[in-house]
């Protein structure tokens, strides 16, 4: 899916950049989308005049949709609670994430509100955490609006300046290289996360 990422942003624009940075920000089925290297390559378009995609509009949208993500996930752990831990694992719930996202939660304290904005899996299911432990709610939001800028609009922007300073004509050659660097960056948290927590427990 991330190869297509820039036909589809260059397709359907706007609207599928932030309907994906909501879902994957606030629906339990969000941990499957792309968010990291989507925002990094909607900047990159961005950059393209071409396209027709303005940088401001673009990282401001990303801003808020991620915000009002969180929101609703901080709702539904707040509303349904200890009940998301006993469903049965399916293909689109897993407990062991939202498991994973409590144990980073509890580790990392208020702030891990702020990094799980860059942790593929953990950023989904953090805001439900949050409200599964009853946070009061202007904590949240003061951390959830940090979260969502620098996340939102910090890769999108990242993602607009380097296409400026690629030369168009090996935009194709740069594009996938540097997906896949994104994505292995945002990834390397969450399993260093994991590993440490693995070792934790065998002592």
Request: proline share 4%; net charge positive; with cysteine.
């Given at each position: 899916m991330h190869f297509d990422l820039p036909t589809l942003i260059k397709t359907f624009g706007y609207p599928l950049v932030w309907g994906i940075v909501f879902a994957e920000s606030g629906l339990l089925v969000g941990f499957l989308l792309p968010g990291d290297s989507l925002l990094f390559v909607a900047g990159f378009l961005c950059s393209l005049p071409q396209t027709g995609l303005?940088?401001?509009?673009?990282?401001?949208?990303?801003?808020?949709?991620?915000?009002?993500?969180?929101?609703?996930?901080?709702?539904?752990g707040k509303r349904f609670g200890r009940k998301l831990f006993d469903k049965e694992d399916s293909k689109f719930f897993n407990k062991k994430h939202l498991i994973a996202a409590e144990d980073f939660f509890e580790s990392q304290g208020k702030t891990a509100l702020?990094?799980?904005?860059?942790?593929?899996?953990?950023?989904?299911?953090?805001?439900?955490?949050?409200?599964?432990?009853?946070?009061?709610?202007?904590?949240?939001?003061?951390?959830?609006?940090?979260?969502?800028?620098?996340?939102?609009?910090?890769?999108?922007?990242?993602?607009?300046?380097?296409?400026?300073?690629?030369?168009?004509?090996?935009?194709?050659?740069?594009?996938?290289?540097?997906?896949?660097?994104?994505?292995?960056?945002?990834?390397?948290?969450?399993?260093?996360?994991?590993?440490?927590?693995?070792?934790?427990?065998?002592?």
């Amino acid at each position: 899916m991330h190869f297509d990422l820039p036909t589809l942003i260059k397709t359907f624009g706007y609207p599928l950049v932030w309907g994906i940075v909501f879902a994957e920000s606030g629906l339990l089925v969000g941990f499957l989308l792309p968010g990291d290297s989507l925002l990094f390559v909607a900047g990159f378009l961005c950059s393209l005049p071409q396209t027709g995609l303005d940088i401001s509009v673009m990282a401001f949208g990303c801003f808020v949709f991620a915000v009002l993500g969180d929101s609703v996930g901080y709702y539904t752990g707040k509303r349904f609670g200890r009940k998301l831990f006993d469903k049965e694992d399916s293909k689109f719930f897993n407990k062991k994430h939202l498991i994973a996202a409590e144990d980073f939660f509890e580790s990392q304290g208020k702030t891990a509100l702020i990094l799980a904005r860059f942790m593929p899996f953990v950023r989904t299911f953090a805001p439900i955490v949050a409200g599964i432990a009853a946070m009061q709610y202007r904590t949240f939001m003061t951390y959830n609006v940090v979260g969502g800028f620098g996340w939102g609009i910090g890769l999108t922007v990242l993602g607009y300046f380097l296409g400026k300073i690629i030369p168009a004509e090996q935009l194709d050659r740069y594009l996938i290289p540097i997906v896949l660097l994104v994505m292995f960056i945002s990834l390397a948290p969450s399993v260093i996360h994991m590993l440490k927590a693995r070792q934790r427990n065998k002592n």
